[in-house]
Nanobody, 127 residues
Framework: QVQLVESGGGLLQAGGSLTLSCAAS????????MAWFRQAPGKEREFVAA????????NYADSVKGRVTISKDNAKNTVYLRIDSLKPEDTAVYYC????????????????????WGQGTQVTVSS
């Protein structure tokens, strides 16, 4: 069992940066592929970034590539998402997700494979 709690959202201006954190509890965090998704009002939840539990493999959505960095600190049981050059279209609720896997270098870019989700943190970017 893995519990996830996101933090770091808020109201920001376009062009700025922020770092979201996802604190995980539970014994299996270090064997979880992790990801960030986001959901804007009236839209489906969409993939943002993913990282394997080894940390060796990462993947980013084309819409954010070059502006987003996902990282994890196994010692702190935390996954981070840094977003630079914020745009109004980044406005959404951001969710952290985890999938327990025996494969150290895999990640998943769709909602379905993830077993655990946080409650989300709101990010609002003003122009």
């Amino acid at each position: 069992q893995v519990q996830l709690v996101e933090s770091g959202g808020g109201l920001l201006q376009a062009g700025g940066s922020l770092t979201l954190s996802c604190a995980a509890s539970g014994r299996n965090f270090n064997r979880c592929a992790m990801a960030w998704f986001r959901q804007a009002p009236g839209k489906e939840r969409e993939f943002v970034a993913a990282i394997s539990w080894s940390g060796g493999n990462r993947n980013y959505a084309d819409s954010v590539k070059g502006r987003v960095t996902i990282s994890k600190d196994n010692a702190k049981n935390t996954v981070y998402l840094r977003i630079d050059s914020l745009k109004p279209e980044d406005t959404a609720v951001y969710y952290c997700a985890a999938r327990l896997t025996s494969l150290s270098d895999v990640y998943f870019v769709t909602v379905g494979p993830y077993d655990y989700w946080g409650q989300g943190t709101q990010v609002t970017v003003s122009s």
